[in-house]
């Protein structure tokens, strides 16, 4: 019941919240100021005069319980949201001593005396759990007031969130009533970041943690960074890269871990790190890294003492292991197991996690030998369900290959009930064009959460199987951070809503897409639907072009050496046979895909039954997964009625077709929206459209060579010679760990 409960009141928020937007007046935003974009979608611009005063009368004071440092955020996020949207100094903002008319009322478990209906409010509270919250309006004695209840003051810091950013889309106070808990209680980021301030595919400038000069100078940047998180209910962030070093387990570096955690943890925020396996044999404090050599096992348990003395609520352990040359305990004759479960026995004492990732991919047996990369994960950790310690979970990427602009939801989802599974999501766009090309991901986030498994022969979506449905086993987000340095954080204003849609997705798994991205978008330019309506569309449509301009109907893996940058289908020297474009489309004169059923590699067979007879058909296949899952030849029939060559090629133009589209959409709204943000968004699109044409010209140059085909009646010839795009080099393309 409760969780009808809580989409229930979702749905209604946001009907209430298009219904303010299509009412609003926008005449202030003819001479909108220059933005740069660092306020994300915290911005607080003032209300039009109308919603202002109505605002006004319900925002008279603050009553707030005490003066935790949570609480006090709580606080002072308020009174700067209220500031900014009635266009007033924070100081008319007051403390207030006893509710009166128009205070917002911070509440405990221990309600304030004279509270209308305390005892409904009690009944809610006991289902909201440590991070929920109740925002309503009430009356405490003659006052009406709105009132924000939690059980705990992390839970009143995520309701006075919720609260501004209805008010941001300019809802009626008294009509704002929201009853939420987080579906999963591990909602963390990812950052790629490298001790000297690289980012492993990161494309919006250095990190943001300066390790140089931590512990002793703190950037208030960081407080904003927990702002951010914590107004979409993101509660833990992993410091460093996944490719990890040993000396981020030095005492130098706990001791910057641990002023960083000081700044976080009033904003709900606990901090991990990624550990290396092999870290105690390269300090040569071991002879191994052995798992089961109880030195080892001492090792750790030691550097889990040392570290919990100066974080007492540090999270745990990332851990990349025996994966691109990553060392691991399969160096040992050991398994995933075994390692993860000598790690959590460290931090077990201290409530401490591991995070255990399953991309993983052996070498081949032989020099030549190729085999299925997408089946690689679950062979290695299907067999081990259920071995592994309870504070041990496995992090599994959407999909089984690498981040790719579409795969079908990995085969682990549904196959691993005994054991906790965190998704694995990549908010940077390491395939999707990086920060230059305007791809809303939100959209593919939403299609891997709805992904119905059919584990155990019953619908059982991604989602539920993250939320424990199957055997109880409830696991985690996580999300690769695309935060760096850049002034606006993510490289580009529309990546900030990939931010912002992961946080809202792993508050509640069953949000809409297009919902969230009406949120983002009334808050980062202006509730006004001139505005939101196109620069929805944009979005919502913009993952699909890319698929289309760069790997439509279930191909992958086509870019660029390394860098992952540009088309490159035609690859196929690299030292390993699935570093290869080639590997994964088989591209000849014979057809086109990879071949995962019976008469293949039958990496199909992972998923359960019922799914793996609707991919294992063609005809049952879904047209955008065709070719993940099958070799077809050049004439194979589409349900278009289009032959697959000329159904490839229609794809590709269609990505491009869109990409004018959202280009003549963006500047429609020149009117609306601030030069700075507007020019820099119309650099982005017009870079696309040139890479758009690029992606569509190389790949139908090389597939048209490789099928010996004419192109489709009426389809222009690409702009160069195959040749021309294979001799293309990019030696310094950005975030290439």
Same mark, same amino acid.
């Given at each position: ?32 100021? !220059?933005?740069?974009?660092?306020? #994300? ?33 709580? +606080?002072?996020?308020?009174?700067? /949201? ?8 924070? =100081? ?57 209840? +939690?059980?705990?003051? &992390? ?20 009509? &704002? ?28 400038? @250095? ?9 002793? &100078? ?19 962030? %992993? ?29 709900? &925020? ?19 890294? =052995?798992?089961?050599?109880?030195? %080892? $096992? ?14 007492? !609520? ?16 399969? !160096? ?53 369900? /259920? ?56 959209? #593919? ?21 993250? @939320? ?26 529309? =990546? ?13 798994? =069953? ?14 330019? $202006? ?7 196109? %620069? ?87 047209? @955008? ?29 269609? /990505?491009?077709?869109? %990409?004018?589209?959202?280009?003549? @959409? ?12 507007? !020019? ?58």
């Amino acid at each position: 019941m409760q969780h009808f409960l809580r989409h229930a009141r979702a749905r209604l928020t946001a009907a209430l919240a298009l219904t303010a937007l299509l009412g609003l007046s926008c005449a202030h935003l003819a001479h909108a100021a !220059d933005e740069d974009g660092y306020d #994300l979608w915290l911005r607080y611009r003032p209300l039009p005069a109308a919603g202002r005063a109505a605002l006004a009368a319900s925002a008279t004071g603050i009553d707030a319980p005490d003066d935790t440092p949570t609480v006090h955020a709580a +606080a002072n996020e308020l009174r700067r /949201g209220l500031a900014g949207l009635l266009a007033r100094a924070q =100081d008319a903002i007051p403390a207030a001593t006893q509710p009166r008319a128009g205070t917002i009322v911070l509440a405990r478990a221990r309600l304030p005396a004279g509270l209308a209906d305390a005892s409904a409010v009690r009944r809610e509270l006991a289902t909201l759990g440590a991070d929920g919250y109740i925002v309503r309006p009430a009356r405490i004695g003659d006052a009406p007031v709105t009132l924000i209840a +939690a059980n705990t003051d &992390i839970g009143l810091l995520y309701g006075s969130f919720a609260l501004l950013r209805q008010l941001q889309l300019g809802v009626a106070p008294e009509h &704002i009533t929201l009853l939420e808990k987080p579906a999963l209680p591990l909602r963390v980021l990812d950052h790629w970041d490298n001790l000297d301030r690289t980012v492993e595919r990161g494309y919006a400038g @250095e990190s943001i943690w300066n390790w140089w000069e931590l512990p002793n &100078i703190i950037d208030p940047r960081y407080t904003d960074y927990a702002r951010a998180n914590a107004s979409l209910g993101i509660n833990g962030t %992993v410091l460093n890269n996944v490719n990890a070093k040993a000396e981020v387990l030095s005492p130098a570096f706990i001791a910057k871990t641990a002023a960083i955690a000081a700044v976080l943890r009033p904003y709900g &925020i606990r901090v991990y790190l990624s550990v290396r396996w092999s870290t105690p044999l390269e300090l040569k404090e071991t002879k191994t890294a =052995d798992p089961l050599d109880p030195a %080892v $096992a001492a090792w750790w348990a030691r550097k889990a003492d040392e570290i919990y003395r100066s974080i007492p !609520d540090f999270g745990g352990f990332l851990v990349k292991a025996n994966s691109e040359g990553q060392p691991g305990p399969q !160096d040992y004759g050991r398994n995933h197991a075994d390692g993860a479960n000598m790690l959590a026995r460290a931090l077990a004492p201290h409530k401490g996690i591991v995070m255990w990732r399953a991309f993983v991919y052996s070498p081949p047996a032989q020099p030549n030998q190729v085999s299925d990369r997408a089946a690689q994960a679950y062979d290695q950790f299907k067999p081990l369900d /259920g071995k592994f310690d309870k504070n041990v979970l496995v992090q599994v990427k959407n999909g089984a290959i690498d981040f790719q602009p579409r795969e079908p939801a990995h085969p682990l989802f549904g196959a691993m009930p005994a054991t906790p599974l965190m998704m694995e999501f990549q908010v940077t766009k390491e395939y999707l064009g990086f920060a230059t090309h305007l791809v809303y991901l939100g959209a #593919l986030f939403q299609e891997t959460l709805r992904f119905d498994t059919r584990a155990g022969n019953k619908p059982m979506t991604v989602a539920r199987v993250l @939320e424990g449905a199957q055997a109880g086993r409830v696991g985690g987000i996580a999300g690769v951070a695309n935060i760096g340095s850049s002034r606006n954080w993510t490289g580009s204003t529309f =990546d900030q809503a990939n931010w912002y849609a992961y946080g809202r997705l792993a508050w509640n798994p =069953d949000l809409d897409s297009r919902a969230i991205a009406r949120e983002w978008a009334g808050q980062t330019f $202006a509730p006004d639907a001139r505005v939101v309506d196109p %620069v929805v569309d944009m979005m919502m449509r913009s993952r699909e072009a890319a698929v289309d301009y760069m790997t439509p109907l279930g191909l992958h893996h086509m870019m660029g050496t390394g860098h992952h940058y540009g088309p490159a289908p035609w690859v196929d020297d690299l030292a390993r046979a699935d570093w290869n474009p080639v590997y994964y489309h088989r591209a000849g004169k014979d057809g086109i895909g990879f071949d995962r059923t019976a008469t293949g590699s039958n990496a199909v067979a992972q998923y359960a039954p019922e799914v793996a007879r609707r991919f294992a058909d063609p005809a049952t296949t879904p047209p @955008e997964l065709l070719l993940w899952f099958h070799h077809l030849p050049w004439d194979y029939r589409m349900p278009s009625g289009r032959t697959l060559w000329d159904e490839l090629v229609a794809h590709y133009d269609h /990505g491009v077709a869109e %990409v004018d589209a959202m280009q003549a @959409e963006w500047q429609r709204l020149r009117p609306f929206v601030d030069a700075r943000r507007f !020019d820099d968004v119309a650099q982005r699109l017009a870079q696309q459209r040139r890479e758009a044409q690029w992606w569509r010209d190389a790949c139908i140059a090389y597939f048209q060579h490789q099928s010996g085909l004419p192109l489709p009646a009426g389809v222009r010839a690409p702009a160069q010679s195959l040749d021309y795009y294979r001799k293309l080099e990019f030696p310094f393309a950005p975030g290439h760990g």
